[in-house]
């Protein structure tokens, strides 16, 4: 069942909102028509992939080495930053959202055009090497596998639809994080990032202080 509510998952972002599927189905019911029961279907399925994952036998495959936990523990840090700093920074590749200044890209922007997704990979990422049993692997790996093929996806669906917009953000900023700083086409301005980097150190903090009465789970290795 697990795996079936993993391909579930994967099939409405990637088979849906990622294709041709998503433009064929909006033309039928209009934008807002479509965000609304795409989101619908995608609480849906998230219930399913929860229930599923706590429902499921598992088989432990590696345990991670004590070094390796803290490294995971700290990996996290940067991924609760990307997303806090994404809610807190207008999103260039929305269609039909906000550009960002009329200067260019700010804040978390300048690191990557897609933090929140990355924020999630990391986060799936992170959660697949430290738990190292199969239900973890198929749970968090369906949530890294959509969030790496949903960068590519809106990337096209902007170029599509917006080639201006486009070719503006394409030249100020990069999938990978810190490849257009470090291309020279953008600078990292640390005081733009500004609070969000304490909100999310601090949520990291609070996350360690309950991951193991809440989830049963202790990330750190004492």
Do not use: C, Y
């Not at 929305?94 to 690191?111: A, D, F, S």
């Not at 239900?135 to 093929?149: D, E, M, N, R, V």
């Not at 917009?165 to 030249?171: D, I, K």
């Amino acid at each position: 069942m697990l795996i079936w509510a993993a391909l579930i998952w994967m099939g409405v972002h990637i088979g849906i909102a990622g294709s041709g599927v998503r433009e064929v189905v909006a033309g039928r019911v209009g934008e807002r028509g479509f965000r609304i029961r795409f989101s619908l279907i995608s609480v849906a399925a998230l219930a399913f992939l929860i229930v599923s994952f706590n429902r499921a036998d598992t088989t432990p495959l590696w345990f991670a080495p004590e070094w390796l936990r803290w490294l995971l523990v700290l990996a996290m840090l940067p991924a609760f930053m990307l997303f806090v700093g994404s809610l807190t920074t207008p999103n260039p590749t929305m269609l039909g959202g906000e550009r960002g200044t009329p200067g260019g890209l700010t804040g978390v922007q300048r690191i990557t055009r897609h933090p929140m997704l990355w924020s999630f990979a990391i986060w799936a990422a992170v959660h697949v090497v430290g738990n190292g049993d199969t239900a973890s692997i198929i749970f968090f790996g369906a949530f890294l596998i959509t969030a790496l093929a949903g960068m590519p996806s809106i990337d096209a669906k902007l170029r599509q639809r917006d080639p201006v917009r486009w070719a503006s953000v394409a030249r100020e900023s990069s999938i990978l994080p810190f490849a257009a700083i470090a291309e020279g086409r953008n600078k990292l301005m640390l005081g733009e990032i500004g609070w969000p980097v304490w909100a999310g150190g601090t949520a990291w903090v609070v996350v360690l202080a309950v991951h193991r009465p809440v989830f049963g789970v202790a990330p750190v290795p004492f």
